[in-house]
Each structure stands twice: as structure tokens, then as C-alpha cells.
């Protein structure tokens, strides 16, 4: 009997995939709700195997009132043929992403037959001392952007000893966390969604094997309120973890006890940064504050705590599955296994794409992406999110890795790669950023919050034609003190996008135009 796969994953949602599942319900067949395979341009995607764990067959674009005429079949206009053989899928390195699109995300025996649990057996069968040294090992980098060795930051955790909560007893439980930032605020980014909405064990599992080796006892999932898919799925995969024993105590009949629960954010972009996100989680409002003390050693509720992104969390278990050495053999120099980049903007083919570090700009964007969705010339492509540069064409020659991209004059970031055509002018999307930094930033050091405004108003007097050479002087200036003089990367950050804006694309900022909110 046939299975049929339709995802459950927002996006897909959002294009019609519950009325294409009950469509198919209705006919008597069996539906089974996968996560998205990341090809955001054909979904739905709805995929046909003969058995649960066989090859698959797929349907781009999939609508109800298709399946309502007849189930699809090879001769239909929209197949796609053997998914697994499509080249956008074929050409990955899926570590992260290894089940995602294929499994049932809150299928726990799904997730076990696709080699879920393997890491944290293994990681359970070694010292906690061993699993840290096995990620520092892999030379893993934390994936929200900053590209900081994952290990170190583990082993500082884990020389720590427990502390009580900041005010408590000296007599007060002791405790450890991680917490794992799922924030996801960067525009065009969208990997920690998918992750949760389709496989969100294997971030439980990554959080558990990081629980063993640092000795934590606690975790959160700081998780924005604009994901509700995301909440609700992760949420039921924590029930689930629970009764199978792959959280609470005794994990797996170890003497490791840890347990997870979801905070949801309230939109504020800043809560990316650490700091701000461990005083929203403790009940503040949500402002950087400097180290030291580092988070690692003084952390949430003055406890010792571990804080990565949720790529950098979901990237363990394969890792204590395959090994440290196979894990450090991908990718280049000192950016080393795969990253999950994520092609939007005006994209012909937009989605995820996990390969391993060294690819080129140009590559993804052309191999991958097939270029502009308008069919009109690139103009100007940005890397690493909202506060991250934009590059010419020309420039798209640059390997996606940490050092390369600084040298460019990028950034990896989270690794959003948004597109733009011919039709962009750079000076809005130089506003933009500035703007973006005026409404987002958290108010407390003055060059973030004061500087971002003055810079939208001297962008302005620049488009309006009002004493250029010296406005223009001026916003190098303030993007300067901005760099030097910010308490966090949200003003530190903010000049790349407008400098390279101002630079690569001056005629944008020679045009006789008031700019407008």
C-alpha cells in the first residue's frame, strides 16, 4: 500500500499543505506529515513511497483540487521523478539536516530507524570530560554568527562547578544550563524553523549530549513568538522525549538527569545577543549588558551556562555519531564541517542548502538558486543577515567561509544569502539599515541608539542633495564611533550594510530623491 508524505513544516502550510493532506485523507490514503525537504519553490512537495522507509517519488506544487481530479501519478506535469536524485538535494552535504523532510518529526521510532540516538549512546558511553574534548576535536564554531570554537566555551562550562541561583542559599540546589538561542531574527534566515518543525529531536538529543559533558541539569529553548509552528512542534517532541526516557532522569538508564522547557520571546531582535537574551529569560527587559563575567562562567541566574545557536546544538549529534576526524575533514582552514545557508530575496529557487564550508557565493547562488526569480540582472547580494554587507556580483567568487568572508568584507552571519536584481536602489536598503538599528536596538549605549538615528537623518540629507561631500563625510564618521563604540554587534554591525551600500553603489546615494519611512 502506498504512503504519501505531505509536509507539515510553515512554509509548506502556507502554500495549501493541510488542504493537500486532508485532500488525500479523504480519498482512504495513507498520510504521513514529514518535515520540508527545503525546497521552498515547490511546496507543497508531496512524495509517494511503496513502503514506510522506501524511495520516494515526488509532486511539486501539489494542490487539493489536484488530488480531489485523481492521485498524481508519473505522467502529471508537476512530477519530479525520485526526489533523492533531484540535483538541489543530490549536490548537499546533510549532516544537521539528515532527517529533516524525510521523518516524522514527533515520531520517535521514526526518528530512532533514521540513526537518531546514536550520538547520545555514544556520548553517554564516554566521560562527559571525553564528549568535550570530541567537539573541540571536530573543531565546531557556533553557528548564530560569531564562529567561536564550541568546545571552549563547553569546557569552561564544564570546570565550573554548579552554582545555586543568584540570591539563594549557599545551601540552594546547584545547577547548570544551556540554553539554546532560537531567536532566529536575521531577515532571510529561516534554518533554526526548519530544524524545529523537522527534526526537533535531534536538537533534545544535541542539548542532552551537551547536558552530559559540561554537567548541566537544566535547558531552555529560547524560542521567538513568531514561530508558532515551531513552539507547538518542539513542545510536543519535549513531551514525547519525556516518555521515552530520552529526558528527565536516568536518560537512557545513565546517571544523567536533564530536562528542557520552551520560553518564548516576545520579538525583540536584540534578545539574539546573549547577554540580552539571559536577562529576557530572567524576567527583564531585554538590554546587552558588558562581560566579564562571561555568560559561560556567570550565566543565567548567576549560574555557569553554555549558550549556542540552535545549528551549532544540532550539529552534535552527528557528529558523536560519525566522529570527531570525519566531521573536521569537511570543509576549509578553520571553518570546518557544513553549514545550513539559506538562499531568499528575489531568488529563482529559494531554500536550504547544507554543504560544507568553502563553497563559493557564486555557487550557491547560481548552481543552486538559478539566479534572480525576476529573470533581471543580479545587482547585489547580502551575506550574514540584516547587519551584514552587501557584495557586487564581482565579488561572489569569495569562498562562504569565517576568514574569507571577513577579508571580503562579509560576514557568514547565520547564513542567509538574500539576492537583489537591477531594480534595488542601495541607498533605501543603506536606510534600511540604519532604520532597522533605530527600531530594533535596545537603548543602552549611546552609538547604537543615538547614531542610528542620526544616520537615517543623514541619509536622507545625502538622497535630498544637501551638502553631500560633507553628509557623506558625516556618515562615515558616525558609522566609525558606531563600530568602535558599541556595547553589542546589533550597533557595531549596523555600518557594514550602509558602507558597503555607500562604497560599491555611490550613483544610489547621488539621486535627487527624499527618502521616506
Known amino acids: 500500500m502506498s504512503m504519501w508524505f505531505v509536509p507539515r513544516d510553515a512554509a509548506a502550510r502556507s502554500m495549501g499543505a493541510d488542504d493537500v493532506a486532508n485532500a488525500l485523507e479523504a480519498r482512504g490514503e495513507t498520510v504521513i506529515r ?112 560569531a564562529g567561536f570554537p564550541a568546545g571552549i566555551k563547553w569546557r569552561t562550562v564544564a570546570d565550573q562547578p554548579p552554582a545555586p541561583h543568584a540570591g539563594e542559599s549557599r545551601n540552594a540546589p546547584a545547577h547548570k544550563y544551556i540554553c539554546v538561542n ?45 514561530y508558532p509552528d515551531a513552539i507547538a512542534t518542539l513542545q510536543s517532541a519535549i513531551w514525547i522525549a519525556r516518555e521515552q526516557g530520552w529526558l528527565g532522569d536516568n536518560i537512557l538508564g545513565s546517571d544523567v538527569c536533564f530536562d528542557v ?140 567561509e569565517y576568514e574569507a568572508l571577513i577579508e571580503a568584507g562579509g560576514m557568514i552571519g547565520h547564513g542567509g544569502v538574500v539576492l537583489f536584481d537591477d531594480s534595488v536602489n542601495m541607498a533605501e536598503q543603506a536606510r534600511f539599515a540604519m532604520d532597522f538599528c533605530v527600531e530594533e536596538s535596545c537603548g543602552k549605549c549611546t552609538p547604537c541608539r543615538i547614531g542610528a538615528v542620526r544616520g537615517v537623518e543623514t541619509i536622507d540629507k545625502i538622497r535630498a542633495g544637501q551638502n553631500v561631500e560633507a553628509n557623506t563625510e558625516l556618515l562615515r564618521d558616525l558609522c566609525d564611533v558606531m563600530t568602535q563604540g558599541s556595547l553589542c554587534a546589533m550597533g557595531g554591525l549596523t555600518p557594514n550594510p550602509v558602507l558597503s551600500a555607500l562604497n560599491t553603489f555611490p550613483e544610489d546615494f547621488a539621486s535627487p530623491v527624499i527618502a521616506t519611512g
Not at 532527517?99 to 533514521?114: F, K, L, N, Q, S
Not at 531574527?185 to 551537551?210: H, K, N, Q, V, W
Open 261 to 400: 522547557e520552551i520560553r518564548v520571546g516576545a520579538g525583540s531582535y536584540v534578545c539574539g545577543e546573549e547577554t540580552a537574551m539571559l536577562e529576557s529569560l530572567e524576567g527583564r527587559r531585554g538590554m546587552v549588558h558588558a562581560k566579564p563575567p562571561l555568560p559561560a562562567i556567570k550565566g543565567l541566574f548567576g549560574t555557569p551556562t553554555v549558550i549556542n545557536n540552535v545549528l551549532t546544538i544540532a550539529s552534535v549529534p552527528s557528529i558523536l555519531a560519525r566522529g570527531a576526524e570525519a566531521y573536521a575533514a569537511l570543509g576549509q582552514n578553520r571553518s570546518v564541517g557544513t553549514q545550513v545557508f539559506q538562499l531568499a530575496g528575489n531568488i529563482a529557487r529559494g531554500g536550504i542548502v547544507e554543504t560544507a564550508f568553502g563553497i563559493s557565493a557564486k555557487q550557491l547562488i547560481e548552481d543552486f538558486g538559478g539566479g534572480t526569480r525576476s529573470g533581471r540582472p543580479l545587482r547585489a547580494v547580502q551575506l550574514g543577515g540584516p547587519l551584514g554587507a552587501y557584495l557586487s556580483p564581482e565579488k561572489l567568487d569569495v569562498a562562504m
Open 34 to 145: 514529514n518535515g520540508s525537504r527545503g525546497m521552498l519553490w515547490m511546496e507543497p512537495l508531496v512524495e509517494r513511497a511503496d513502503e514506510r522507509h522506501g524511495p520516494r517519488v515526488g509532486w511539486s506544487n501539489m494542490t487539493a483540487g489536484q488530488i480531489d481530479a485523481g492521485l498524481p501519478n508519473e505522467q502529471s506535469d508537476n512530477f519530479i521523478g525520485a526526489v533523492e536524485e533531484v540535483d538541489y538535494l543530490a549536490k548537499q552535504n546533510r549532516w544537521i539536516y539528515e532527517r529533516v523532510g524525510i521523518t516524522d518529526p514527533v515520531d520517535p521510532e521514526d526518528y530512532v530507524a533514521h540513526g537518531g540516538l546514536t550520538g547520545l549512546k555514544n556520548a553517554l558511553a564516554m566521560s562527559g570530560s571525553d564528549v568535550v574534548q570530541a567537539v573541540t576535536d571536530s573543531g565546531l564554531r557556533g553557528r548564530g554568527g
Open 182 to 226: 532560537a531567536d532566529e531574527g536575521d531577515s532571510g534566515t529561516f534554518a533554526d524553523r526548519m530544524l524545529m518543525e523537522g527534526d526537533p529531536f535531534c536538537l533534545l538529543e544535541g542539548m542532552t549530549i551537551a547536558a552530559h559533558a559540561v554537567g548541566a541539569d537544566r535547558g531552555l529553548v529560547y524560542l521567538r513568538s513568531e
